[in-house]
């Protein structure tokens, strides 16, 4: 039995192979601190957040990228586990999980101890990059240069690979959370008004985009006015949400223009013949791949189904082990 896993910080995706992805959860936990047990993982200990009374906590247990909380990342997992597969199963699964190319060896050991200990028979890490080439359908074992960028919710990485493996890559904890950051920081600066972690993640996927919109979008929010208190309603204009997420925007095209600069001229050349291709969620804000192509004069395409490429690759090496052995990290 075999499970592929990304583990992201604002999405987890699980991948069976043959069967496709089977789950795709928020990565958060609510824990009942009196009793120390889970009250609830994903979808449902979402829709508690910024909703609970002081006996329930509600945890993000990966923050940009990596475990910040182990022993909820444990439980978590387990719970994404159990659900894919059946709580009752004859074998223990072996089980691929993506991790961020910047990984420190630390933190890439409390990877393999938690999946370890929630079960699993052994333990395989990839580094996303490679993962979410091989799920947007590039041929990474090729002797010709692909760039991938991948923004997910915690980081952001840009990598160059050729012959199965990354020639360089640079790696920014800038991603889709500093997104959502910079948009609740920037109503709060020019409305006065406070609004919640999910507001403002809902504003960008609705509203949000990278390039001013020549027709401008409207969205009605609502949050608490910070002078007087009191739950308020405003409307705001997708082109003052392009002006919060400027800078966001222009640290992650700091990173790849970082890549560029230090990749060999032999593989320059496939990347501008070919253009780099954008997975993870983050690289869903519209207009994107039209304002890093403008801004970098590199083509830039957005993959297929963005959201579950670093999945798929979990489950495209699990199923050919022996063809990416070179692309694995380390095996427990």
């Given at each position: ?93 072996e089980l ?146 392009c002006d ?43 207009n994107l ?44």
């Amino acid at each position: 039995m075999k499970i592929g896993i990304d583990l992201g910080t604002c999405n987890s995706v699980v991948f069976l192979p043959k069967k496709g992805v089977v789950l795709q959860e928020p990565s958060v936990v609510a824990v009942d601190i009196a009793e120390n047990e889970i009250l609830a993982v994903g979808s449902q200990a979402k829709e508690m957040m910024g909703r609970t009374p002081d006996t329930i906590k509600i945890y993000r247990p990966l923050r940009d990228g990596v475990i910040a909380d182990f022993r909820i990342t444990q439980a978590m997992l387990k719970y994404f586990i159990d659900k894919s597969l059946g709580r009752f199963r004859l074998f223990k699964p072996e089980l691929m999980v993506g991790i961020p190319a910047g990984i420190t060896s630390t933190e890439r050991r409390a990877v393999i101890e938690a999946g370890m200990n929630s079960g699993a028979r052994a333990v395989y890490l990839a580094k996303e990059p490679i993962l979410a080439a091989i799920g947007a359908g590039i041929p990474i074992n090729s002797y010709s240069g692909n760039m991938v960028v991948d923004i997910g919710g915690g980081t952001a990485e840009a990598a160059v690979i050729s012959l199965g493996g990354i020639v360089n890559f640079h790696s920014i904890r800038i991603a889709g959370d500093k997104m959502d950051l910079a948009i609740s920081e920037h109503i709060k600066k020019k409305y006065n008004l406070a609004v919640g972690w999910q507001t403002a993640e809902e504003i960008k996927k609705r509203i949000g985009t990278a390039l001013p919109d020549k027709e401008v979008k409207k969205m009605q929010i609502r949050g608490r006015d910070m002078i007087l208190g009191l739950p308020k309603n405003i409307k705001i204009s997708s082109n003052s949400i392009c002006d919060a997420l400027s800078d966001v925007l222009f640290e992650i095209i700091q990173v790849i223009k970082v890549v560029l600069r230090d990749t060999p001229p032999e593989l320059s050349a496939d990347i501008m013949n070919k253009g780099m291709v954008l997975t993870g969620g983050g690289s869903l804000l519209r207009n994107l791949p039209e304002l890093i192509a403008k801004t970098l004069g590199v083509p830039a395409i957005l993959a297929e189904e963005s959201l579950l490429c670093v999945a798929k690759g979990t489950g495209a090496m699990l199923e050919n082990l022996d063809l990416y052995k070179k692309s694995m990290l380390a095996k427990k």
